[in-house]
């Protein structure tokens, strides 16, 4: 027997034999409340979320409660953002969702081109989604549409002629 092998069965035995039954509840209590604060900032940062989204869905249009289901409010953030909302499901898969990512970030980057802000608007959202969500859902900006849908949308006639012009100023 060499000599690790031997230290390894040795301090093994020690560690083993030294602990008592107030360490091992110690442990156990432990592992436990780390378990519940995990648990409770997981729902207090979805339920963050899912207020933040909702405010932002409301300036664009879309009904606030969908920012409560947890993949549909994925596919409606791509679509906002003109991409293929069926990321949002193929997120799930391990490795493919890498992908996914980048399509979000795209999809963000529009969003962000939409309520009037800067290209490079779109880093808060890659390194701090949080604050990406609060300044979108708390500023005064409002929502402008897709560029490319609104670029390509004629003026309608029917909205003109029912529009009263010489409607007096209160």
């Not at 490795?95 to 529009?110: E, S």
């Not at 081109?113 to 969500?133: E, M, N, Q, R, T």
């Amino acid at each position: 027997m060499n000599f690790v092998s031997l230290f390894a069965q040795s301090s093994e035995y020690y560690y083993y034999q030294d602990m008592n039954t107030a360490d091992s509840a110690a442990y156990a209590g432990a592992g436990l409340f780390m378990i519940l604060f995990a648990l409770i900032a997981a729902a207090v940062a979805y339920v963050a979320t899912a207020l933040l989204m909702g405010r932002i869905f409301k300036k664009a249009g879309v009904e606030s409660w969908k920012a409560w289901v947890p993949v549909y409010n994925s596919w409606v953030l791509l679509e906002l953002g003109e991409q293929k909302g069926y990321w949002a499901v193929i997120a799930l898969i391990p490795v493919v969702n890498i992908v996914a990512m980048v399509f979000t970030f795209i999809a963000m980057y529009r969003i962000g081109l939409s309520f009037g802000k800067d290209g490079a608007f779109v880093l808060l959202a890659i390194f701090l989604p949080l604050v990406w969500y609060i300044w979108l859902a708390l500023d005064n900006s409002t929502w402008k549409g897709p560029r490319q849908v609104v670029a390509s949308q004629p003026v309608s006639t029917q909205e003109e002629a029912t529009t009263p012009t010489d409607a007096p100023k209160s």
